[in-house]
């Protein structure tokens, strides 16, 4: 190995194991995530969003949303529905080609898919050689039944991503938008993925939430689009406060790619397993559309009025995951600190994330500071999301909102009777200053402005 070669090695940044039970463990206790249904056991693969959780994923859908649609005048937002009629899985090729190849063990009876084994021979829960079956595909959709008569003319399916009803609507939006190539189309909404091998807390369950793009563009341009949207949504990600040595762009290989497309690069984040996936930019070509076409007899092309061209738009997909997002997230901000002989546990997110953007904190729950204390925490709610907590000792408040990442800390005391002033303490450096209550607000806005 060149002494470059060595320099970068040792460059490399190493996952830290012992970094998921924490950020797990926090989730739980703070009330970030919580397993569903867990009265009754738990149901396998299925999370539900706490009160701290829910904001967090709400932030990082809004952070998309902003950069996505809000700041562009060539993307405009949507929302289908979760239900589909088989016809739509089967034009897209779901039906046919959703699948991954299911091994089971005949020694243990576990099930794993084959693509994933480090030894395509062994099973990874027992150990044992030579007992795993032969490779069946099996599909991923949720299938039901829609209305009071079952049988297959009442068959629907769970979407398995949100990128179909973007297709199926092209004609629709494309219509009433006035928009014309290069524009694109953003969707937000759940999904559904019959996965064989669900695991990793969040990363990878049969129900989760996509942030989804398609961008339409004229056949010519879809190579120059897809290298902008693939370093566009890299740098959100570094934007928003995970460092580049976590983030890497990896290039499908051509025995990787899906069968529509011409080109795939994984924004992945280094979990504490290792590399993950958090989103999918893809050059998805003519594909969806033509094949909606085909099967629907609806036109789905667009016509240049100025060069007298018509032409099916190819599309540039970035596709990403809002929960495995927002773990990433948690992962990169989970910090631990030697703060006076203590350990202090904080999230350093980026103020657009974090679930609270202030806290408001009356020294103690007597009444002559309760009342004006929450005077103070309705002017901050007006704008920002709040966080007003009571109980146990100041130290100890601010420790709580350490570990759910709120920014900034707003103390209500005695002296603040008197003078109309407060303290605001910044999570980060700990450092407090006193401001009047009416300077408040436009000290929060210059350092909450995004």
């Not at 937002?77 to 016809?87: F, K």
């Not at 953003?186 to 369950?205: C, D, L, Y």
């Not at 011409?262 to 893809?282: I, K």
């Amino acid at each position: 190995m060149s002494s470059s070669e060595e320099t970068e090695a040792a460059n490399e940044p190493v996952a830290d194991p012992g970094l998921f039970d924490k950020v797990v463990n926090l989730c739980k206790r703070r009330g970030f995530v919580f397993r569903s249904s867990e009265i009754y056991g738990g149901f396998r693969s299925t999370y539900d969003y706490g009160p701290v959780g829910v904001l967090m994923l709400r932030s990082v859908k809004d952070a998309w949303w902003r950069s996505m649609v809000q700041l562009r005048n060539d993307v405009v937002g949507l929302d289908a529905s979760i239900l589909s009629p088989p016809q739509v899985w089967e034009a897209s090729g779901h039906l046919e080609n959703f699948t991954d190849p299911l091994v089971d063990c005949k020694n243990c009876g576990a099930r794993h898919r084959q693509d994933t084994l480090d030894k395509p021979d062994q099973c990874p829960n027992c150990g044992v050689s030579g007992q795993l079956t032969e490779p069946r595909q099996f599909n991923l959709m949720f299938k039901t039944q829609a209305g009071p008569v079952a049988g297959a003319g009442a068959d629907a399916y769970l979407r398995p991503e949100t990128a179909q009803g973007i297709f199926t609507n092209f004609a629709n939006v494309l219509n009433t938008s006035r928009k014309k190539p290069p524009f694109g189309i953003a969707q937000i909404g759940k999904s559904f993925r019959n996965e064989i091998t669900p695991g990793n807390f969040v990363f990878r369950t049969r129900e989760f939430e996509q942030m989804e793009m398609e961008y339409f563009v004229p056949p010519d341009e879809a190579d120059r689009w897809y290298q902008y949207w693939c370093e566009e949504r890299l740098a959100w990600y570094e934007d928003l406060g995970i460092p580049k040595n976590q983030l890497r762009l990896r290039p499908h290989d051509p025995d990787e790619l899906s069968h529509y497309s011409a080109a795939t690069a994984d924004v992945e984040f280094l979990f504490p397993w290792g590399w993950g996936e958090l989103e999918g930019v893809a050059n998805r070509g003519d594909f969806d559309l033509s094949a909606h076409a085909e099967a629907s007899g609806t036109k789905l092309e667009y016509f240049d009025q100025a060069s007298g061209e018509r032409y099916v738009p190819h599309v540039i997909e970035p596709a990403a995951g809002a929960t495995r997002t927002m773990m990433a997230f948690l992962m990169a901000a989970y910090d631990e600190e030697a703060v006076n002989d203590d350990t202090r546990v904080v999230l350093h997110l980026n103020p657009r994330i974090a679930p609270y953007k202030v806290a408001v904190l009356p020294l103690s729950k007597k009444p002559e500071l309760q009342e004006p204390a929450l005077e103070v925490r309705d002017m901050v709610a007006k704008t920002y999301m709040v966080d007003y907590d009571e109980t146990q000792a100041i130290g100890k408040r601010y420790r709580r909102q350490d570990e759910i990442g709120t920014p900034y800390c707003i103390t209500f005391d005695f002296d603040s009777l008197e003078d109309q002033a407060v303290t605001i303490r910044d999570r980060d450096s700990m450092e407090q200053v006193r401001l009047p209550i009416s300077e408040v607000m436009d000290w929060l806005a210059e350092r909450l402005t995004w």
